[in-house]
């Protein structure tokens, strides 16, 4: 009775010092390996070599197993149990393993899928945008969403002179801008027209001449590439992160389909700006003014609403040509259309209606907001100068004001005729005022 009864205490004591005795070659053997290799601890989890030491554990332990039990139970059924520990270590390895590889497959196809739906919003929303600023912000948000992005910037290829000039950048914690630093990745892009990867190996950009060539040390990482439509290259696409490592070749396989649509985007709303705005004042062009102005003409007849035109025409602009050169009058003309963009509001639009005439347009605007308006740009107007040699540039401004529907509610004609009328009395009237028809 006492051997069986010892055979039942070994038999029940066994499973608990095999788990006591696994653990503790388990804590050993991990305090070896972090001893050993400290800086790799993360990177090592998986090893091959560390994994197969932990399984061969099993056997010198089923073997202080079979001395404990010797007596009681026969080796050969020790080896059988130890045999099948090994095989159960073995199949849970495996299933974890595979638990592992397709948690890494759903990770890679949710990565997929946002990525398409990025792809997605990106054709949906700016094919149809004729903004170049909205464009930018549109590609920027939709890229921040499948890339670590600490730098975005666009540059684009200046269609007179060819030269690549940026027009946006965004650095994560400040306030986007244009007026960055061309990098010369960039320029290699553009003249490669093919992308660029940088952050996977010094010694092929030490090859290209490339080393630090996206910028300061503090993005080791960047992707660059070519805006391009039909081989022509428009510009250049940049992202670039503080990680090491940040990219491989798949985002960038991904930034050159999405910078495939930005392209097309982006030479459209350019297309668009050279039909619309005058390239020197950056206002309206007259046509595509005065078909906006007969929007709202009919807009304001169907609902009864009101609003606003300005005629506005520089008193002694020949005299600044005359005295200073065309060029004078030409930086006169730019930094006036700038002026005058900075004093209207967003729903506002102006046109260069002559040399130096212009138009506004003030939807949902009555006498006093549009007096209000009026006054600010005279005093603007006469406020700016441009330096020269000599005495510094400058003029003033007569504006004519005509209202709808008080002057002119049977015609658009008859509102534009009222409103020139207005400035010409003006005019007469000692220059550098404003009247109301």
């Given at each position: 009775?006492?051997?069986a009864?010892?055979?039942?205490?070994?038999?029940?004591?066994?499973?608990?010092?095999?788990?006591?005795?696994?653990?503790?070659?388990?804590?050993?053997?991990?305090?070896?390996?972090?001893?050993?290799?400290?800086a790799?601890?993360?990177?090592?989890?998986?090893?091959?070599i560390?994994?197969?030491?932990?399984?061969?554990?099993?056997?010198?332990?089923?073997?202080?197993?079979?001395?404990?039990?010797?007596?009681?139970?026969?080796?050969?059924?020790?080896?059988?149990?130890?045999?099948?520990?090994?095989?159960?270590?073995?199949?849970?390895?495996?299933?974890?393993?595979?638990?592992?590889?397709?948690?890494?497959?759903?990770?890679?196809?949710?990565?997929?899928?946002?990525?398409?739906?990025?792809?997605?919003?990106?054709g949906?929303?700016?094919?149809?945008?004729?903004?170049?600023?909205?464009?930018?912000?549109?590609?920027?948000?939709?890229?921040?969403?499948?890339?670590?992005?600490?730098?975005?910037?666009?540059?684009?290829?200046d269609?007179?002179?060819?030269?690549?000039?940026?027009?946006?950048?965004?650095?994560?914690?400040?306030?986007?801008?244009?007026?960055?630093?061309?990098r010369?990745?960039?320029?290699?892009?553009a003249?490669?027209?093919?992308?660029?990867?940088i952050?996977?190996?010094?010694?092929?950009?030490?090859?290209?001449?490339?080393?630090?060539?996206?910028?300061?040390?503090?993005?080791?990482?960047?992707?660059?590439?070519?805006?391009?439509?039909?081989e022509?290259?428009?510009?250049?696409?940049?992202?670039?992160?503080?990680?090491?490592?940040?990219?491989?070749?798949?985002?960038?396989?991904?930034?050159?389909?999405?910078?495939?649509?930005a392209?097309?985007?982006?030479?459209?709303?350019?297309?668009?700006?050279?039909?619309?705005?005058d390239?020197?004042?950056?206002?309206?062009?007259?046509?595509?003014?005065?078909?906006?102005?007969?929007?709202?003409?009919?807009?304001a007849?169907?609902y009864?609403?009101r609003?606003?035109?300005?005629?506005?025409?520089?008193?002694?602009?020949?005299?600044?040509?005359?005295?200073?050169?065309?060029?004078?009058?030409?930086?006169?003309?730019?930094?006036?259309g700038?002026e005058?963009?900075?004093?209207?509001?967003?729903?506002?639009?102006?046109?260069?209606?002559?040399?130096?005439?212009?138009?506004?347009?003030?939807p949902?605007?009555?006498?006093?907001?549009?007096?209000?308006?009026?006054?600010?740009?005279?005093?603007?107007?006469?406020?700016?100068?441009?330096?020269?040699?000599?005495?510094?540039?400058?003029?003033?401004?007569?504006?004519?004001?005509?209202?709808?529907?008080d002057?002119?509610?049977?015609?658009?004609?008859?509102?534009?005729?009222?409103?020139?009328?207005?400035?010409?009395?003006?005019?007469?009237?000692?220059?550098?005022?404003?009247?109301?028809?």
């Open positions: 009775a006492a051997p009864a010892g055979g039942v205490r070994a038999a029940i004591l066994s499973p608990v010092l095999y788990l006591v005795l696994s653990g503790l070659a388990l804590g050993c053997a991990w305090l070896l390996r972090d001893r050993s290799a400290p790799a601890a993360a990177g090592a989890a998986g090893s091959p560390h994994t197969a030491f932990l399984e061969m554990l099993n056997i010198p332990l089923a073997w202080i197993l079979a001395s404990y039990l010797g007596p009681v139970v026969r080796p050969g059924s020790l080896l059988l149990l130890s045999s099948l520990i090994l095989l159960g270590a073995w199949g849970l390895r495996k299933l974890a393993q595979a638990r592992s590889e397709l948690q890494t497959a759903n990770d890679a196809l949710a990565a997929r899928v946002s990525e398409l739906a990025t792809l997605h919003s990106i949906r929303e700016i094919v149809s945008s004729l903004d170049l600023q909205k464009v930018f912000i549109i590609v920027e948000r939709e890229c921040r969403k499948i890339l670590d992005i600490s730098r975005f910037s666009i540059s684009l290829t269609p007179a002179s060819g030269v690549l000039e940026n027009v946006y950048q965004h650095t994560r914690g400040e306030s986007g801008g244009r007026g960055g630093k061309v010369r990745v960039e320029k290699w892009v003249a490669e027209k093919r992308g660029m990867r952050g996977h190996g010094d010694d092929e950009l030490a090859r290209r001449g490339l080393r630090h060539a996206g910028g300061s040390g503090d993005f080791p990482s960047t992707l660059a590439v070519p805006l391009i439509v039909e022509r290259v428009v510009g250049v696409l940049m992202v670039q992160s503080v990680l090491r490592e940040a990219y491989d070749e798949h985002h960038l396989a991904v930034l050159t389909t999405i910078a495939q649509q392209a097309v985007a982006i030479e459209n709303a350019r297309n668009y700006r050279m039909a619309t705005v390239s020197l004042t950056g206002v309206s062009l007259r046509d595509y003014f005065f078909q906006r102005v007969k929007e709202e003409h009919h807009r007849s169907r009864h609403s609003f606003a035109l300005l005629m506005i025409d520089l008193d002694g602009f020949k005299e600044i040509n005359d005295s200073h050169g065309h060029q004078v009058g030409d930086r006169y003309l730019n930094l006036l700038a005058i963009r900075s004093h209207l509001r967003a729903a506002d639009l102006a046109c260069r209606y002559g040399g130096d005439e212009f138009c506004i347009l003030l949902e605007t009555g006498f006093e907001g549009a007096h209000t308006i009026a006054e600010r740009l005279r005093s603007a107007i006469a406020r700016l100068t441009v330096p020269t040699e000599g005495a510094p540039a400058r003029t003033t401004a007569s504006i004519g004001m005509a209202m709808f529907p002057h002119g509610a049977d015609s658009l004609a008859s509102l534009l005729k009222h409103a020139d009328q207005a400035l010409y009395r003006a005019k007469r009237q000692g220059k550098d005022q404003v009247l109301p028809f």
